[in-house]
């Protein structure tokens, strides 16, 4: 699973914005957000600033990107010795898409399943 900064550095890239220019974009500051991007700050908490976020690459609320951007940013503040377990972390997003009433797939449903079986 992508980290929340892979993710938006990703999606930035592919809009060709500079990281300044992003930053321009959502009033953000440079120096911050590269660390974010990089992995060493965790993601903002800010609802405000993941919608400027959202709004500067051109996703719309409650689309994939969207939930994706969302969700990648409460993992990036679960504080690490509780989540040793990456096969959880990486099914923490099936859970957050059925905490917003987004019905999961048959296969979703099975995955969050075996790994409660197995914990």
Do not use: Y
Not at 29 to 53: H, Q, Y
Not at 83 to 103: A, H, M, N
């Amino acid at each position: 699973m992508k980290e929340f900064g892979v993710f938006v550095k990703q999606k930035r890239l592919q809009l060709g914005l500079t990281l300044r220019e992003f930053c321009r974009l959502t009033d953000v500051d440079p120096s911050n957000w590269s660390k974010i991007e990089k992995g060493t700050l965790a993601p903002p908490k800010s609802k405000e600033v993941l919608l400027a976020v959202a709004d500067t690459l051109n996703f719309t609320i409650n689309s994939e990107d969207w939930n994706t951007l969302h969700d990648l940013a409460l993992i990036g503040h679960i504080p690490k010795e509780l989540v040793s377990d990456q096969s959880i972390i990486q099914k923490l997003p099936i859970f957050f898409r059925t905490l917003r009433g987004d019905k999961p797939t048959e296969k979703d449903l099975e995955e969050l399943i075996k790994i409660i079986r197995e914990n």
